[in-house]
Structure formats: structure tokens, C-alpha cells
């Protein structure tokens, strides 16, 4: 293949649903891993079908509707959407059925350690009584038998819910029913849906036995009771994943979005685009379902049906020998009993999470509210969690008649219902709410405190990766910057008054945001990196983020490689890039961390013949982030810090325990090593270290207060 | 240095620090402060006072009270223009200016405006939902939209709804927006040119054009003398709204020859050294062309740069020339309108340089207000009014030296009289802008001069005064001859009664003045006040051997003091000694 095929044919792109794919079979390989611990593996499974669940509701979906729009290819390898959507099945019917081996191998060795989920029949007689009781007074009230026949329509059955379906036989009509007399048949389908409200699993055993009693497996034995007048020929399970009705216009082309919005008018909102049931499910309701549920594909399962679950066992079981050794983050305002505007003006800093706590961070939030001098607070919310310590100050402040700004950003997937709440809450107290851009989500992670000190109005910034959320703070990895320098701050300033609406983007000091200059600013970079790159001194890209999936970048890289640039690419999910092809992307490594934490950074670092440049981003190379979303980037310019950051990527480039490589084939590959290196452990001791020997992290001068910050920045 | 007028400073309330930095000092920072990048503490003369160490101990010395921290002020300032909203907050303290926010919201209430004649109800929408938001970002810094200076200037000024649309947006917004005259817009500009560039400038003629969207200031100085100051009609947007085939260019440019040679044939412009076209729009196209914009100075073209750049707009479409400098072609649009002034304006001087600094309207009232807090009482901080004054007399004609010495006799009446009139230094620039212009209606006709020079000055613009203030420099000047009964108090009918007093005793002066250089010999060399219990001694001093004796100059005071003794209840009396 000669490069200018090479380079025009699309197949020099992965089919990023199936990337997609690749990386939730990592996720599932770190279940299979025997040395991770059991309930840690359990975890695995359960995050495992999660993503699962919303990859059919978001990305399958989406291309089903592509079909019915008759859009005849799509996504940047620009492949026919059911060709898309046939791959997926094939490879999830695989997926799962690796799932379900490994859970059956965790579920024996939980009994080994004296945890095992199991049906009414293992429970003793105490035990049972336990359960009978529990249905009674719980489970029972809450029930809601369906039956679907000639007076009653199918019921609609609700997304990501489990149900129990039952074959039926009327007593009373039974005998009086010829065959094939189908509309009065005495055969009749039941439904009843578990109660969400109840937990999935029910608790029984004391001391070193413990059971975990599936609500179905009570359920089951109750059915007849249930339906009183029928016979119970057979019960199942079965499970409906809709349509989430999220548009895809983050991604669609202009012309998609046409086509799909006139398309799209007459058809039913959360279509069902998969059934899941129990494989031994009799044929003839396998045929029912298909008929109206829109002809959705159907996925058999031997095993537990709804294994995301299984996280309410890996939460409510207490065994920390089974799980993950707890490691203790380093606080970096530990040791510092000064406010935290002393200890940002001092010195710009760097937080990376879980590594460092989220303290400093909520600190900031807290004390500006308290703090008298302090005239604003401006903030970007996406998600966060429900009771967070950033909402009650947020809330506390306005409350104390500062301008509290927040923009909340209310498309954030699955989590509106949580950010509604907590937005009325905010506005209630005086704070202003804001949506963001219409046509735009507000995915920059910024806050901005302006402060009156005595020499002048000081604005003190954070800038992040990751969300302002201390809950997902202790599992994703994300860095931050604090910092109080000038030229950011008016940056940040004028962010604030973009997104409000209330300015058009000016021209930046330092930062750079999407979806005006970002890709701009990265296609830059990239033939910056080119152009300086010599045959003596070859140009280095280290790029590290969630995913890369964007076109223009994707070409850039090869550029960047055929050029004889080194690019080392740290891409935990979608990767669309084919590396290591001979004439297009030889130097080219990609490699996938999927470990303890959910790798969530987004670096990206340039040699620059010698002049580095790092820069932190909420952007991934995705088309989406950098034409559709406003984010934002900024350059890390303390030496330290760049040196921290270059060390981090450096030990993640020679992780050889969590770290897969993809191949030119699209398959991953563990890497092999002589040593182990286990980045995110190590990083751990590292951070930790470095905390304990480098406190002073630059040497403390005796400088004024008024000037302190400011000037050491602009050295 | 500047007119304290119509434009009123509000900002939060705070002591303004009022002790000088020398002048080169608060120039250096002020000048840096304009442009946000270059802000810097390092480059702050006033750094090392506040390198106090922070609440240190220091055991042994004695109590010492800290310097008492100054906070800075903040300001807002909006403008209101033809093509967009804009506003800026900044924090001021004296010779000091750090810009903290600016925000840009393109309104086209130009297009309105020209093409309408007022402005629509829509567009009054859109400016309304704009200010708004522009207020949000002010409560950052717990400023209320009424402690903003927000000025508008064509867009709305020439709007036949101006008066509504301003009501509804006070009443809406909290904003007071003040319509600036066109000739205030010349004064702001000529302010901001000449501190940015005021250097480059001393020396030589120099022509600056404000180059607005809705209209055309126009300032030629010959080094520190004002020659020519005034505000035309026509701008960018104007241009192309009313004149459709102005988008051809051609018939823009005929317009502007004939602008050019009117101005040519008044005052020489072949002799102008360099030029500062002041315009956004064409800045940042040269910014996209890839012009460096240096901090202050701007863009600077010699003639070879400027004679390519024109090569370059007449070659390319519009389109290729927004895509060529990245801006839309709206502005590429404008910006090459500006571009036609400017070449129209350098035809018939070929200038060495032109400088298109990067300034705006934000700029011009950010610096007229840290300028302000800066020095609040200056004695002679109007010169720019004068100039502006002698740059109208000289239109006219009239004899230089007979007016420098009314000038200067009636400002030595006026301090010497100060303590008794109780006026300030806004009065003492009105009667030298009235002295300057007293006899500029001879020009019309001698008969009654002075009734022609009163109609000349209200229809005039110079530079730096207001309408009402006009209004009392020709007021003043219509009295200045005839006798005080024949005065007709109901000449000065739109004034308002603190201002007629203040007519009165400027007039008194004037005519006094005026009386002492009756014969335009300017026998007096110096003046002086005394008083005694019922007499105004005006001391003259003379030099011996003039050819007039002391009579006829007695006559002549005798015939003007009667207004003198009116408004100030003393008899005057006109005292001669020999000067040294």
C-alpha cells in the first residue's frame, strides 16, 4: 500500500464504536485479572455493563437512527451505520459472554471467601422465613403486576429496568380455547418489574456467612401467589434499553442533523434498541418482544441479568482485604495554616487527583465564601455531587450577597435530574444561574474568585481537567492549577463573560478555548512540532487524554510522524488512530491505562526543539470538544510543574502493568516489561515524596505580599 | 489639560489619592496601563512602596503605623457605538490604570440609525438584553450600572428617537448614557492620540483622524499648536449604508476627495508629516494581514508599507481580504472604508508615517477619567480648549496679537478679582476662550461685530467645551461692546440664573479688557487688582513713551467699567504707574 493511498483511504481510521468497544474489553479484562482483588474485579464487571448500558443508549441508538434516516455512512471512517451496528452486536454477544464467564469465576471464589450471591433455595430455613418476611412488607406493596392480553395493550416497558416475564395460562378460559385461536388464547404474558427502590440484593447470614439473595430469586417463588388465576408456565427475565433521546448533535455534520431532524418527526421517542432475557426464554415471547419492541436485537443471558448491581455489593460489603489497599492522598495545604490566598499568591500550584486531595479545592470555595474581600465567585459546574461541599459554599456566599455566577451545564448525560435540583437551590439563594450558549455545553472547567487585597483587585483562579466533583476526585485522575497571575486572570475573566453571553471571545493572553481557537491552537502545535523537528533532533508529542477521535487531528499526527516526529499517545478509551503503519504512522505508539483510577487528564506536551510546551485541557481530540463544547486550555509555565506533569506522562509511557498497547490491527496488547511498573502506584509514591522532601517546592523569598505572586510568575 | 464638563467622572465612592507622581512617572505607567498586557509590577515606579514586608515582626522598632494601603477605585465605563456595545472596568488610582475586564457585544445601531433614521424597537431589545448582561459582569466588582460614565455617540446622537431610547434604557438597565457631542468624540480622541503618541508628535505637523463608524474627527496639529479641530458627519458605516454604491468603492472615494479638498484649501495639509488613523476595524485587519501591533504606537506604515498595503486592498476582493486577515467580512467591509479616509486624507501630503495605534472609545474615557483623578485642580489644564479656541479665531482672521492681549488682561483681572467674583477655573477658561474669540465677527461684518461673533461661536465647535458652555462664551462675547443698559438680560434666557451671574461677570471683565487694548497697541504690559473700602483699583502698568496717553485709555475704561461696578457694588477706578 503506497502512502497517498494509504492517506486518502479511509480505512487508515478505526470505526470508533468499535474502539469504543476495544476499551470496554479492557475494562472487563481487568475483571478477568486474577491480581486485582475479588470485590475490586466484581467492581470491574459492574462498570463494565454499565458503559454498556449507555453506549446502547447513546452511541447504538444513534446509529439506528442514522438507519431509519437513511444515512448512508457515518462516523469518520464513514462506514454504512448497519454495518456499524452489526459489528457492535457481534461484539458485545462475545463481550458478554466473556462477562459472564468471569462473573461465574468471581462468584465461585466470593464463596471461597464466604460471600456468595445466592438463590432461595441455598437460604436455611431462619433465612428463608427472613426473605418471605422481607417480601412481604417490602417488596410485595410495591409490586405491580401487568398482564398483556386482548384488554390489555403491551405495556411499555421502561429503560434499564428488570423485569420478570411470565407465560401464563388462564384457568377459567382454558379449556374453552381452540388452537391457533391466537386473540382469545388462554396464553397470556405477565410482567412485573423489580422495584428500583428496593436494594438488588438482600443480606442474609450472620458472622462469616453472608449471603446475597437476588430480589428475583424471591420474587420467583412468589409468582403464583402474584397472579392468582393463572397457571405460571415459565418465568424469566427481561430488560429493555432505550433510547436515551440525547441528540447526537455534538457529533452529527450539519447535514446529519437535517436529515435526522425531519426523519426523526414521526418516529417514537426511546425507541428500544436492545433486549436483554434470560436464555431460556420461551421462543414464542422472544417473538412477542421483537414485535413490539421495534424489532430490537435480542441478547440471551445464562447468568445474572443486570450485573451493574453488583457495585451495591462491592459498597456494602466490608472486607477490605478484598479490596484495593486504601492509599492515603497528600493534602497540600497540610501543613499550611495560612488562608488560602496567602498560600495562592505565594506560588502558582498544582494539584494532580486522586493523588492530592480535593481539599485545596473546596478550600478555595469555602473560604472565598466567608472571606469579607472577596466580591465574586464565578464557577463552571458539569457534574458534581448532589450534597458537595462546592455547592453549600457556593450557596453560602450568595447568601452573603456576593455575585455568585455559576454555569451549570444541564446536558451533562444522565446527571440532569441532580443538576436541576442543586441549580434551583443556588438560584434561590441569589446566586445567578446560567445555562451556557445555546448549541454549546460548557464542559471548561474553570473558577475564578475576584478579591479586593489592599493592593488592588486580585483574581484567583483554578483551572482543571476534571469536574468540580470531591466524589469522583478520589477515582478519576485529574489535574488543576492554582494560580493568581494576571494574564490568566484575564483570561478567565472574559471566559466567564463569553459563556454568560455577555462579550464575544477576545483574543486570549495564555488560554485558548474551543470552539472558536482550540482546534486551531492544537493543528498549531502539531506543524510547529513538525517544523521544528530535524533529522539530528527529531520532533516529541506526548498527548494524553481520554479519546482521539477527531479527523483533522488524527491527519495532523500522521503528518506529524511522517515528518519523523515521535508521538506517544495515552489514550485510555476511543482511539481512531491506526498506529504503526509502515509510510503513515511508524512513529506513532498508542497505549491505553485502565487501572485502579479512571485515567481523566488531558495533557499534552511538545518538545518544541528544546522549548517545551505543556499545556492542561477539558478537550480531548474529539470533534465534539473542539467544535461543539466550549473548553478550554491552558499552559502550565512553572518549571516544577512542567517537570512534575513530563514526569507523570513519562511513567505512564512505562507502565507495564495497566498499560495496553494498540496494535496496527486495532487490538490491544499488554505491555511486557522486565520490570513491573505500575504508573498509578507509582505515582503515588511519587507525589508523596515529592511532598515530603520538596515542600518548598520553589525556595520562599522574603517578598512582599502585594507583589509576591505576580512577580515570580512572569520570571 | 481638560474639560471637567458635560462628561461627569462617577466612580465608586473612595478618597481619591491626590498627591502628584511626577509627571514623567504617572505618563510611564499611565501609558502602560492602557494597553492590559503590559501591566506589570515590576514596571511600577510605585513598587517599592509597597515592598513592606506583610505583618512582620518587628520586636524592637516603635510602633509604626502603616502607610495606610490605598485601594484602588474601580471604574465602568460603556460605550455606546454604531456597531457594538462595549465596556471595560478598570481600576484607577493617580498616574495609574489597570484595565480589569473588557467586553465587546456587536448592536449594529448604526445600521438603524442611518438607514431608518432612528432606532428600532428590536434593536432597543437587543441593546437592552446587552447592557444587562454587561451589568451582571459589573456586580463581579459590586459596581451598579448608575456608578458607570456610559456615553453613546452617532448612532444615537443623530437617532430622531434618541431621547425615548435613552429613557427606556435607564429605565430598563440602570445604565445613564450620556450622548457625547461629536466635538467632545474630537477631544477624547485628541487627548488619547496625544498621550499615546504625543512624543512623535511634538515636532512637525501632524494630521489625526478618528476614524468612527457613524463620523469623522479630524485634528491637525502643528506640533504643540492645534490648528484645526472638528468633527464631520460621514464614517465607515454611514458611508456604506447611505451611499449603497459607496460598496464600490469609487463613489466613496469622489465623496471624499471633495471632503479632502475642502479641508485643503483652509489649511495646508501638503505639509504633514505623519498621520495617526485611529479605527478598531482597520487595526485589526492589519493585525490579521500580519502588521506588528506595537503596545501604544500601533501599527506604523512608511510610505513604501502604506503604498503596498493599498496595492494589496485595490487587487482583492472583499472576500479574499477577510479571508486573507481572518476577520468577517462585515468588518473587512468597514475596515476598508477607513482605509479609503485615511488614503483620501494622506493624497495630498504623502506622509512619512502612519500610525494606526490600537485604541478605542474604552480607551479615550478611561484615560479622561484616571486623568481627572489625577489632577483635580490644575491651573492650567485647559490649555487644549484654548488651543481648540485659537484654532476657530484663526479661521477667521482676526488680529492674533490683539486677542492675546485681551487674553491675557482679562485673566489678570479675573484673578485679581477672584476673591470678590467667587469663580472657578471652568469660568476663568470660558472668559479666555471669549477673549480669544471676542472679534472673530468682523469677519462677517464690523458693523455690530460682536453680535456676528456670538452667532459664529454657537455655531462653531471647539474642542472641549459643551453646548451650554458655548452658549456662555458667545453670551459673553455679544456684550462686550454696548453699553451695560443696553444689555437685555433676556439674551441670556436659556440660562439658567447661577450661570447668568457668572455671564455677567465674565462680561464685565471682558469689556474692561477689551477697553485696555482699545487702540490694539497693547500699552498695558502688566495688570493688577487692588481694593479699598469703596473703590476696585485697576493698576495698569505701562511702558513710558507710547505714543496714547493715559486719557484715552481712562475714556475707554470709564465707557465699559459700569458692568465692573454692577456685579461687584465698588467703583472702579483705572490707576496708571510706569512699568520698571
Redesign the interface.
Known amino acids: 500500500m503506497t502512502v497517498t493511498t494509504v492517506l486518502k483511504d479511509e480505512s487508515r481510521f478505526f470505526n470508533r464504536e468499535w474502539s469504543w468497544l476495544r476499551f470496554n474489553e479492557r475494562v472487563l479484562e481487568e475483571a478477568e485479572d486474577e491480581s486485582n482483588p475479588l470485590l475490586e474485579r466484581l467492581k470491574f464487571v459492574s462498570i463494565f455493563c454499565s458503559n454498556l448500558d449507555e453506549f446502547f443508549m447513546v452511541r447504538v441508538a444513534g446509529l439506528h437512527r442514522q438507519v431509519d434516516a437513511k444515512i448512508r455512512s457515518s462516523g469518520i471512517d464513514s462506514r454504512p451505520p448497519r454495518e456499524q451496528i452489526d459489528g457492535i452486536h457481534q461484539q458485545v454477544h462475545e463481550l458478554v459472554q466473556r462477562q459472564e464467564r468471569v462473573l461465574q469465576q468471581i462468584f465461585s471464589e466470593l464463596r471461597g471467601q464466604g460471600i456468595a450471591v445466592m438463590g432461595m433455595e441455598e437460604l436455611d430455613g431462619g433465612e428463608r422465613a427472613y426473605a418471605e418476611r422481607y417480601y412481604e412488607e417490602l417488596i410485595y406493596p410495591v409490586l405491580t403486576p401487568m398482564i398483556v392480553g386482548p384488554k390489555h395493550p403491551f405495556p411499555k416497558l421502561q429503560n434499564l429496568t428488570l423485569y420478570l416475564v411470565l407465560q401464563l395460562r388462564d384457568r377459567r378460559k382454558g379449556r374453552r380455547v381452540r388452537r391457533g385461536d391466537e386473540g382469545s388464547s388462554s396464553h397470556r404474558i405477565g410482567f412485573v418489574a423489580l422495584p428500583k427502590v428496593l436494594p438488588r440484593f438482600l443480606r442474609v447470614g450472620a458472622g462469616d456467612r453472608c449471603g446475597l439473595v437476588p430480589l428475583e430469586s424471591i420474587l420467583v417463588i412468589k409468582m403464583a401467589q402474584l397472579f392468582a388465576g393463572y397457571d405460571v408456565l415459565s418465568v424469566n427475565a427481561v430488560r429493555v434499553t432505550r433510547d436515551a433521546d440525547i441528540a447526537l448533535d455534538e457529533e452529527a455534520t450539519d447535514d446529519m442533523r437535517r436529515a435526522m431532524a425531519k426523519k426523526l418527526l414521526g418516529r417514537r421517542h426511546g425507541a428500544a434498541v436492545r433486549i436483554e432475557h434470560g436464555s431460556r426464554l420461551a421462543s414464542r415471547v422472544q417473538q412477542t418482544l421483537h414485535k413490539e419492541l421495534e424489532g430490537a436485537p435480542r441478547f440471551p443471558h445464562e447468568g445474572l441479568m443486570q450485573p451493574v448491581d453488583l457495585m451495591q455489593i462491592y459498597a456494602s460489603v466490608d472486607r477490605p482485604g478484598l479490596k484495593d489497599q486504601p492509599v492515603e492522598s497528600v493534602n497540600l495545604r497540610r501543613d499550611h495554616a495560612d488562608s488560602i490566598f496567602d498560600w495562592m499568591r505565594r506560588s502558582p500550584r498544582l494539584v494532580h487527583h486522586p493523588y492530592h486531595t480535593f481539599d485545596p479545592v473546596a478550600e478555595l470555595v469555602t473560604e472565598a465564601a466567608r472571606d469579607p474581600k472577596v466580591?465574586?465567585i464565578?464557577q463552571t459546574l458539569y457534574r458534581t455531587s448532589g450534597n458537595s461541599p462546592v455547592i453549600r459554599a457556593l450557596t453560602t456566599a450568595a447568601e452573603a450577597g456576593k455575585?455568585v455566577?455559576v454555569v451549570v451545564e444541564l446536558r451533562a448525560r444522565f446527571d440532569e435530574e441532580r443538576n436541576i435540583e442543586w441549580a434551583e437551590r443556588l438560584e434561590k439563594a441569589g446566586a445567578?444561574v446560567v445555562y451556557g450558549l445555546v448549541g454549546f455545553k460548557t464542559h471548561s472547567k474553570a473558577l475564578l474568585v475576584?478579591r479586593?487585597d489592599?493592593?488592588?483587585?486580585r483574581r484567583y483562579i483554578h483551572l482543571g481537567t476534571g469536574n468540580y466533583n470531591d466524589a469522583t476526585a478520589r477515582i478519576y485522575t485529574d489535574m488543576g492549577l492554582f494560580t493568581v497571575e494576571?494574564?490568566v486572570g484575564?483570561d478567565v475573566?472574559?471566559l466567564f463573560?463569553v459563556i454568560?453571553?455577555?462579550?464575544?471571545p477576545?483574543p486570549w493572553?495564555k488560554v485558548e478555548m474551543s470552539p472558536t481557537g482550540l482546534r486551531g491552537k492544537f493543528l498549531q502545535l502539531i506543524r510547529l512540532e513538525i517544523a521544528k523537528s530535524a533529522r539530528r533532533s527529531p520532533g516529541h508529542i506526548i498527548a494524553k487524554m481520554n479519546s482521539l477521535v477527531d479527523r483533522e487531528v488524527i491527519d495532523a499526527l500522521y503528518e506529524a510522524s511522517r515528518a519523523g516526529v515521535r508521538v506517544d499517545l495515552i489514550v485510555r478509551g476511543t482511539c481512531c488512530l491506526r498506529p504503526g503503519v509502515p509510510g503513515l504512522s511508524e512513529n506513532i505508539c498508542v497505549r491505553s491505562i485502565v487501572g485502579r483510577y479512571l485515567e481523566h487528564t488531558r495533557a499534552f506536551w511538545f518538545k518544541g526543539g528544546g522549548q517545551e510546551e505543556l499545556y492542561l485541557s477539558s478537550a480531548d481530540w474529539m470533534s465534539r470538544n473542539l467544535d461543539r463544547r466550549i473548553e478550554l486550555m491552558f499552559p502550565i509555565e512553572d518549571p516544577t510543574h512542567r517537570a512534575y506533569v513530563k514526569a507523570v506522562l513519562d511513567l505512564q509511557l512505562a507502565d507495564t502493568v495497566k498499560a495496553r498497547e494498540l496494535l496496527q490491527d486495532g487490538r490491544y496488547k499488554r505491555v511486557e516489561g522486565r520490570h513491573r511498573v505500575d504508573s498509578q502506584a507509582e505515582t503515588h509514591r511519587f507525589t508523596a515524596a515529592s511532598q515530603a522532601e520538596a515542600k518548598p517546592s520553589i525556595p520562599e523569598r522574603?517578598i512582599?505580599?502585594?507583589?509576591s505572586a505576580?512577580?515570580r510568575h512572569?520570571v | 489639560m481638560l474639560a471637567r464638563c458635560h462628561v461627569a467622572l462617577t466612580c465608586r465612592p473612595g478618597v481619591i489619592d491626590t498627591a502628584h507622581e511626577g509627571q514623567v512617572d504617572s505618563l510611564h505607567t499611565l501609558l502602560l496601563g492602557l494597553r492590559?498586557?503590559a501591566?506589570?509590577?515590576?514596571a511600577s515606579p510605585r513598587?517599592p512602596r509597597?515592598?513592606?514586608?506583610?505583618a512582620t515582626t518587628r520586636p524592637t522598632a516603635p510602633v509604626v503605623t502603616p502607610e495606610p494601603?490605598k485601594?484602588?477605585d474601580?471604574i465602568g465605563v460603556v460605550d455606546v457605538g454604531s456597531r457594538a456595545l462595549r465596556m471595560a472596568v478598570a481600576?484607577i488610582?493617580p498616574g495609574r490604570l489597570?484595565r480589569?475586564?473588557?467586553?465587546?457585544?456587536?448592536v449594529a445601531i448604526g445600521l438603524d440609525t442611518f438607514s431608518h433614521g432612528r432606532i428600532r424597537a428590536v434593536t432597543s431589545e437587543v441593546v437592552i438584553r446587552?447592557l444587562r448582561?454587561?451589568a451582571?459582569?459589573l456586580?463581579?466588582?459590586?459596581l451598579k450600572p448608575a456608578d458607570c460614565l456610559a456615553v453613546a455617540t452617532t448612532a444615537v446622537r443623530d437617532a430622531t428617537n434618541r431621547e425615548v431610547f435613552l429613557d427606556f434604557v435607564q429605565q430598563r438597565t440602570g445604565f445613564r448614557v450620556q450622548v457625547l457631542e461629536a466635538i467632545e468624540e474630537t477631544r477624547l480622541a485628541h487627548q488619547l492620540t496625544w498621550r499615546l503618541m504625543g512624543e512623535r508628535l511634538a515636532t512637525g505637523r501632524s494630521l489625526v483622524l478618528a476614524l468612527g463608524a457613524g463620523g469623522t474627527q479630524i485634528i491637525l496639529q502643528n506640533g504643540e499648536d492645534l490648528e484645526l479641530a472638528e468633527s464631520r458627519s460621514f464614517g465607515t458605516l454611514k458611508l456604506l449604508e447611505l451611499r449603497p454604491s459607496a460598496r464600490t468603492v469609487g463613489s466613496a472615494r469622489r465623496f471624499l476627495q471633495k471632503v479632502v479638498a475642502s479641508i485643503a484649501r483652509v489649511h495646508e495639509l501638503a505639509t504633514v508629516e505623519s498621520v495617526v488613523a485611529i479605527s478598531g476595524e482597520l487595526h485589526r485587519l492589519l493585525v490579521g494581514l500580519g502588521h506588528p501591533s506595537q503596545p501604544n504606537r500601533g501599527i506604523c506604515l512608511d510610505r513604501a508599507g502604506f503604498q503596498k498595503l493599498a496595492n494589496h486592498l485595490d487587487t482583492s476582493t472583499l472576500k479574499e481580504v477577510a479571508e486573507d486577515s481572518g476577520v468577517d467580512i462585515s468588518m473587512a467591509e468597514l475596515a476598508r472604508m477607513a482605509f479609503e479616509e485615511l488614503r483620501a486624507f494622506t493624497t495630498p501630503c504623502s506622509p512619512e508615517r502612519v500610525f494606526i495605534p490600537e485604541s478605542s472609545m474604552l480607551d479615550s474615557l478611561l484615560l479622561d477619567a484616571t486623568l481627572k483623578s489625577q489632577m483635580p485642580e490644575q491651573v492650567d489644564n485647559d490649555t487644549p480648549v484654548e488651543s481648540a479656541a485659537w484654532a476657530v479665531a484663526r479661521r477667521y482672521h482676526i488680529s492674533i496679537t490683539h486677542a492675546r492681549q485681551v487674553r491675557l488682561l482679562a485673566l489678570q483681572l479675573f484673578d485679581g478679582t477672584r476673591d470678590m467674583s467667587g469663580l472657578g477655573e471652568r469660568a476663568r477658561t470660558l472668559l479666555a476662550v471669549a477673549a480669544i474669540l471676542h472679534d472673530i465677527g468682523i469677519f462677517v461684518s464690523t458693523h455690530r461685530h460682536e453680535r456676528h461673533s456670538a452667532y459664529l461661536i454657537e455655531a462653531s465647535e471647539v474642542m472641549g467645551l459643551n453646548p451650554s458652555e458655548l452658549a456662555r462664551v458667545a453670551a459673553i462675547v455679544r456684550h462686550h461692546r454696548h453699553p451695560f443698559r443696553d444689555i437685555d438680560t433676556r439674551d441670556l434666557g436659556p440660562l439658567r440664573s447661577r450661570e447668568r451671574v457668572e455671564v455677567l461677570k465674565l462680561t464685565a471683565l471682558l469689556r474692561i479688557a477689551d477697553a485696555l487694548d482699545t487702540t490694539h497697541h497693547h500699552r498695558v504690559v502688566r495688570l493688577r487688582v487692588a481694593t479699598t473700602h469703596e473703590e476696585l483699583q485697576v493698576i495698569i502698568e505701562t511702558q513710558a513713551g507710547e505714543r496714547e496717553g493715559f486719557a484715552d485709555l481712562q475714556r475707554a475704561f470709564c465707557g465699559k467699567a459700569d458692568l465692573l461696578e454692577e456685579v461687584f457694588g465698588m467703583k472702579p477706578r483705572l490707576i496708571e504707574v510706569l512699568a520698571e
Open positions: 466580591l465574586a464565578k455575585s455566577t445567578h475576584v479586593r489592599p493592593d488592588g483587585i494576571e494574564l484575564e475573566s472574559a463573560n454568560t453571553g455577555a462579550t464575544q477576545p493572553n522574603f512582599p505580599l502585594a507583589s505576580r512577580s512572569e | 492590559p498586557m501591566l506589570s509590577p515590576k513598587k509597597k515592598a513592606r514586608p506583610r494601603e485601594t484602588p474601580l481600576e488610582a489597570r480589569l475586564e473588557t467586553l465587546l457585544a456587536p446587552t448582561d454587561f451582571l459582569a456586580e463581579t466588582y459590586q
